[in-house]
C-alpha cells in the first residue's frame, strides 16, 4: 500500500531564511506527487506537482521540489521564507492506476518577523 | 469562477443525529471525492464519484454514504455521527484524469457532540 511520510511536523523559522520540508513514499509503481499548501482558514491549494522529465520541479511563490527517485523522496524548498508562508504543508502521491491522492500528515510552517 | 463550494464551513451536530454535508461544483468535473481530515491527520479518502459510479474505500464504515444527484453536486451522508466522526471533511473534483488536476472545497468542519 502508498505511503507518504512527512518528517517535520512543525518548523519554525525566521523570515529569510531557507526552508526545506521532507516527504518520503513508499510505492512500487509510477507515481505521481504533489505537495499542497493549506494558509489559515483556507481549502487546499496547489503548490507544484510532479510527473515525469525535469525531476526539478518550480511551483508558485518561489518555492520547488526535487524528485529524487532512488531516495523515493520529494522535498519541498524555498530559498527565503516570507511571513506570508505560514500554513500547512502537505506532500500526496497519486499513482497512474487510481484517483485518490495519498496525502502526508503535514507540516506546519511558522514563519516569525 | 469554476469553483468547488462545500456547505456549511461549520457545522455542529449530536451524537447520532443524521447529518449530511453539501458540495457543489461548477468545473464540470467528472470526478468529485469526499476526504475526512481529522486533527493532525492526513487528509483520507472515504469514496468518490467517477461520474455516476460510486467508489468506496475499503475501509470507509458504513456509516457514512454518499449521492450525487447530478454533475454538480455531491453529498455526504452521516447516519449516526459518533464522537469520532468530528474532523474537516473536505470534497475535491477532479477531470478524467484523476490526482492530475485536483480542485478542492474550504471544507466543513463537523463537530459531533
Known amino acids: 500500500a502508498q505511503s507518504v511520510s512527512q518528517h517535520n511536523h512543525h518548523v519554525i523559522l525566521s523570515e529569510a531564511a531557507s526552508l526545506e520540508l521532507g516527504c518520503n513514499y513508499s510505492y512500487g509503481g509510477t507515481v505521481n506527487l504533489f505537495w499542497y499548501v493549506q494558509y489559515p482558514g483556507q481549502h487546499l491549494q496547489l503548490l507544484l506537482k510532479y510527473f515525469s522529465g525535469d525531476p526539478l520541479v518550480k511551483g508558485i511563490k518561489g518555492f520547488e521540489a526535487e524528485f529524487i527517485k532512488s531516495k523515493f523522496s520529494f522535498n519541498l524548498r524555498k530559498p527565503s521564507v516570507q511571513w506570508s508562508d505560514t500554513a500547512e504543508y502537505f506532500c500526496?502521491?497519486?499513482?497512474?492506476?487510481?484517483?485518490?491522492?495519498?496525502f502526508g500528515k503535514g507540516t506546519s510552517l511558522l514563519v516569525t518577523p | 469562477d469554476a469553483m468547488v463550494i462545500q456547505n456549511p464551513r461549520y457545522q455542529v451536530t449530536q451524537f447520532g443525529k443524521p447529518v449530511t454535508l453539501s458540495c457543489s461544483q461548477t468545473l464540470n468535473h467528472n470526478v468529485m471525492y469526499w476526504y475526512q481530515q481529522k486533527s493532525s491527520q492526513a487528509p483520507k479518502l472515504l469514496f468518490h464519484y467517477y461520474d455516476k459510479d460510486f467508489n468506496n474505500e475499503a475501509d470507509t464504515p458504513d456509516n457514512f454514504q454518499s449521492r450525487r444527484p447530478n454533475t454538480s453536486f455531491c453529498f455526504l451522508d452521516i447516519r449516526s455521527p459518533g464522537l469520532g466522526d468530528t474532523a474537516m471533511y473536505l470534497c475535491?473534483?477532479?477531470?478524467?484524469?484523476?490526482?492530475?488536476?485536483?480542485?478542492f472545497g474550504s471544507g466543513t468542519r463537523l463537530t459531533v457532540v
Open positions: 500526496a502521491v497519486g499513482s497512474n492506476s487510481g484517483y485518490a491522492l495519498n
Open positions: 475535491a473534483t477532479s477531470g478524467r484524469q484523476g490526482p492530475y488536476g485536483y480542485t
